[in-house]
């Protein structure tokens, strides 16, 4: 059964860092791609919005315009393990963060990488607060 845990979320100052993870178990980083996404408060799961995902086997980056040159997806294949580098936070990054999983190769997807509709298993999510 493929699992998937997020941890690593806390409240931090707009202009700090901070890192979370997305361990996984129950499948291998060749077969499944691994997605983040972020959820704002009062917004359901359709409004997660995409962040950053990685193809399977770790191949090939990707990273939303919102967040792009702030946040860093990379992998840990050894652990088994996601992070998300985020960088120079800004009081609108304050969302719940969900790590994501999905079978498909995401390198030819185009604009579907950025659904969840594309990915097949989530994680509880982690939470981030970024104050003014």
């Known amino acids: 059964e493929v699992q998937l845990q997020a941890s690593g979320g806390g409240l931090v100052q707009a202009g700090g860092s901070l890192r979370i993870s997305c361990a996984g178990s129950?499948?291998?980083?060749?077969?499944?791609?691994i997605g983040w996404f972020r959820q704002v408060s009062g917004k359901g799961r359709e409004g997660r919005e995409g962040?950053?995902?990685?193809?399977?086997?770790?191949?090939?980056?990707y990273h939303a315009d919102s967040v792009k040159g702030r946040f860093t997806i990379s992998t840990d294949n050894a652990k088994n393990t996601v992070f998300l580098q985020m960088d120079n936070l800004k009081p609108e990054d304050t969302a719940v963060y969900y790590c994501?999983?999905?079978?498909?190769?995401?390198?030819?997807?185009?604009?579907?990488?950025?659904?969840?509709?594309?990915?097949?298993?989530w994680g509880q999510g982690t939470h981030v607060t970024v104050s003014s």
């Open positions: 994501a999983a999905s079978s498909m190769n995401i390198e030819t997807l185009g604009s579907l990488r950025w659904t969840p509709w594309s990915y097949d298993y």
């Open positions: 129950g499948f291998t980083f060749d077969d499944y791609a």
């Open positions: 962040v950053a995902c990685v193809s399977r086997g770790g191949g090939r980056t």
